[in-house]
């Protein structure tokens, strides 16, 4: 073994538990942040609000992602998602 190789590998260890932690706590906030929603959603909003805050999301998704496919006038305006 060269005196090289054990420096790099603690090096290399040092990497791969600074990628779990820097991949766990984004993911954590996200997941807290989706029950905060969740709970939110449930004990906060009525029925009326939770279905007409639905059609709003499926509308901006629709003009967002799939119009710009139809109007070609419009693709020049906001771009094309994903190209």
Do not use: N, Y
Request: charged share 15%; aromatic share 12%.
């Amino acid at each position: 073994m060269e005196a090289w190789e054990a420096p790099e590998r603690e090096l290399v260890a040092q990497e791969q538990e600074g990628r779990k932690v820097g991949l766990g706590l984004p993911l954590g906030v996200m997941g807290l942040s989706a029950w905060m929603l969740l709970m939110t959603a449930m004990f906060f909003h009525t029925w009326f609000e939770k279905f007409t805050g639905l059609l709003v999301a499926f509308m901006g998704i629709g003009v967002v992602h799939f119009l710009p496919r139809a109007l070609p006038a419009l693709r020049d305006v906001i771009g094309m998602p994903g190209f």
